[in-house]
């Protein structure tokens, strides 16, 4: 990968990233994801490409979330990328939500054509189309409606990852692409109050790793009835707010209760002899949440990585000057074998860029610390270390020793110092309504962030018109406040 | 999934699965992989269900062979799905090989048509249809062409894991499906002699997969001109003899040359600071691999896995009578709970099935260490283990502590046994022909194998003709012969 040698002008620009988000902030994103160097806009409309520091961190929240889904003794497995229009079609809302935007495989072999250039084979057209999978209940309860048999098959709990496409107009990095990535669970049980506990369970699972590994404090919540998964009974949510003010979808978590058994036929016979169908659910998070991750902790200075899941936790930066440079790297390579040993992530920036430019390289990928080693350094047996989240100026300087010693207990305190900034920005933006006058007057006032209201607001038809014309939407009904409580925000 | 109770009748049928190999190869081979639970037909032509069993051992493929292409400074990353017609008609060669018989996407949008059902909407025909990737060479050189500008960006090495399409005819599961998973591999370099380095550098990678984590012993070598990759200077392979004495084509890996750089526009600016193009190296492993460590493991009574591999290396059989379970249960719980704590994969089966099901259930899915727990055992402080590399009578009776102690010895002796078991087999199987009567007369006889034989084969036109009419392949030419043989085999 090409690492350009940016000359950060201090003095004239004050921030690595044009514009700041309070310039532009959809503006600001593209540019921290681009100065970031973690994905690009592809060739192929809306598709993406995730480029290596971009997928790194996929997978690491791959890592820590398929950790999270086994411990729930889910199976993963691999189901066909490519669904035939009668099994999309078998489930009426399903239909509504999703087969209507979707990638359609007509033929199966291409030939010359008459200009000469490559065309779909007249004689190769398929009798039957084939979409691409926008999501995968139908083809997985077709596989699920042969293997259970008895109530001795259940709770039966699949997971698979991979790529889905969603035929989208209009596409951001991460946040909204034609095809992205994702994990798609799909469990089956003998009856309503175990899915319903599942699907509760699931979401509880994603926020493990949105709070925990992620550093993004997001709100768990049901949907409401309009914003349901297009087949569910119920659809649970956890919510995140950005930067800016706006809602992102972070993940859901869906009980399907007995609609796609029937729809697949996925029946058993159960303890009383009887046949019953299954109920089920299902659950998903995708590279959105990379999105998501950006807008919740970035700055103007870039990408602020949250260190459980940074690809480097620590960038070592030799700063060296003259020909002999041996003393430093050997510094470098030492230290950076000792924090490897001790499970530490580091990277040493081995460029021959200039030290600003390898420093604002580091901050702009938002490696959680930077530690800096030129010949003082070696020469007393020193080094100097900054960490992302406190800004430029926060420098320790300690024997390599010490750091060994503590660096551990640093990136602890950097998860923590980003999780609480998060929490305290998020819950400062929360405005409590107890009329639609009052939601009305905060986002005419064009400041962004959640309402607050009492549930009942939902079966007000001027909030149902205010809502849809200023672009906003019902996003859950968040548990902490036992289902009493809307909160009302603009999406992504 | 149901875990179906079997008789296995063995005063009946002498085996556990049926036809045996030496009866009928591939129908042993697809009961093998239903009776172990691996994989199945999906309702979409050509494409497989991979159940979790199945993915279990490709997740563990994926484990080691990532951890090796990362230590090669290998970057993971993600392409696009879907490729342009225009890109893949780029490089001649690559379109007779690849563009022929793939998925093509015409349509993004579906509608009611005239009988109600849903049909690819008329005004959302793509201006230019997309294919699904048979594999990456044209997307992800159209994404290095703009990554590289200078000698200092190179080597540039990307690998993505995957889903790919090639429309087949004739499938089979794991062996030959429409859609596959794998890796593929694609590094950019200065000059030729890195990239064929590199080609052959990757086939090592890959052969410490096959024999130290599958137990598989495979001849690395180079494609004959004729089974070269469409497009590439160079094929390596590495082809696997199966017990039915054909030929398996393991992973490929191929020196591309200059022929990708030219038609994708790679281009670099040298260390003569004149523009250069690159050269180029692919490298792939699918989901077939787990076609062949089938067939070159698995025996007459189902599954033999490799323990590296294997999902779960120990399966603890309690073996209960009567009403109270609680003693053997906890007998068994506490074993897994130790082997556990020294990284051993476990699984107790507490299904009810009667203790002979059990014991077949783990002898078809391969379970390379059986250990049974009765009354007995647990008041003996006992237990009794059996390798499944060794047939059915290979118990031994020890302490708990004691198999505590040795069982990652076993694993190693298993996995031992077994490359040297088909290390002996493939061996005998090699016959050398110093002329084409010789290799006529071995082919016709009947016998299945590989024939060792001179490489000036090649040139002769009565070789070739005999080849194509008796559906052989040149397989390579091995390394371990220096270009001086080529090896002949019937081909999967």
């Known amino acids: 990968m090409s690492t350009e040698n940016t000359n950060v002008k201090t003095s004239v620009t004050r921030t690595a990233i044009s514009p700041t988000r309070a310039e532009n902030f959809p503006e600001w994103y593209q540019e921290v994801v681009k100065a970031a160097d973690m994905a690009e806009n592809s060739p192929v409309r809306g598709c993406m490409v995730i480029k290596p520091y971009g997928y790194a961190v996929w997978e690491n929240i791959q890592k820590a979330l398929d950790a999270g889904i086994k411990n729930e003794d889910v199976q993963n497995a691999y189901f066909p990328l490519l669904i035939p229009l009668s099994f999309i079609s078998r489930e009426a809302e399903h239909v509504e939500g999703f087969a209507k935007e979707c990638a359609v495989v007509t033929h199966h072999r291409l030939e010359k054509g008459p200009e000469g250039t490559l065309v779909p084979a007249k004689d190769a057209e398929l009798d039957e189309p084939l979409i691409i999978r926008p999501t995968s209940e139908t083809i997985i309860g077709d596989s699920m409606s042969k293997w259970v048999k008895s109530y001795r098959d259940l709770p039966l709990k699949l997971n698979q990852w991979c790529n889905v ?21 799909h469990n089956a049980f003998e009856n309503a109050e175990q899915a319903d506990k599942d699907a509760r369970r699931m979401l509880e699972v994603y926020n493990d790793l949105y709070a925990n590994h992620m550093a993004i404090p997001g709100f768990m919540g049901e949907k409401t009835a309009d914003e349901r998964f297009p087949g569910a009974d119920r659809s649970y949510t956890i919510e995140l707010m950005m930067q800016d003010g706006k809602a992102l979808q972070a993940c859901t978590s869906h009980n399907l209760g007995q609609n796609f058994a029937h729809s697949c036929n996925i029946k058993f016979q159960g303890r009383d ?15 959105r949440s990379i999105g998501g991750l950006i807008m919740t902790h970035a700055d103007d200075d870039g990408l602020v990585m949250p260190p459980r899941l940074a690809p480097y936790q620590v960038v070592i930066l030799p700063i060296t000057k003259g020909e002999d440079t041996s003393a430093v790297m ?12 001790i499970g530490v992530r580091v990277q040493i920036d081995r460029s021959d860029a200039r030290a600003p430019d390898k ?27 900054t960490r992302r989240d406190l800004g430029r100026e926060s420098k320790t300087t300690c024997s390599a020793d010490e750091f060994i010693g503590t660096v551990q207990g640093i990136l602890d305190a950097i998860h923590t110092t980003m999780y609480d900034r998060a929490y305290t920005k998020t819950r400062a933006r929360i405005y409590n309504a107890t009329t639609l006058d009052q939601l009305k007057s905060f986002f005419t006032e064009g400041d962004l962030g959640f309402v607050r209201a009492p549930v009942d607001l939902l079966d007000n038809a001027d909030y149902q018109i205010f809502k849809k014309d200023n672009a ?7 548990f902490e406040d036992d289902g009493r409580m809307v909160l009302v925000g603009k999406s992504y």
Chains 1, 2 share one sequence.
């Open 165 to 185: 496409m969603r035929w989208e107009m209009r596409t951001r990095l991460f946040l909204r692409s034609a095809e992205f990535l994702w994990q798609e669970g």
């Open 273 to 287: 002899g009887v046949e019953h169908f299954c109920h089920t659910t299902s659950w998903g998070l995708s590279t």
């Open 359 to 385: 420093m604002w390289a580091a901050i702009k990928r938002g490696v959680p610390i930077r530690v800096e080693i030129g010949d003082r350094e070696v020469a007393e047996g020193k080094l100097t270390h």
């Open 330 to 341: 050997n510094f470098a390579d030492k230290l950076a074998a000792q924090l490897k040993a």
């Open 472 to 478: 906003l939407s019902s996003r859950c009904l968040p």
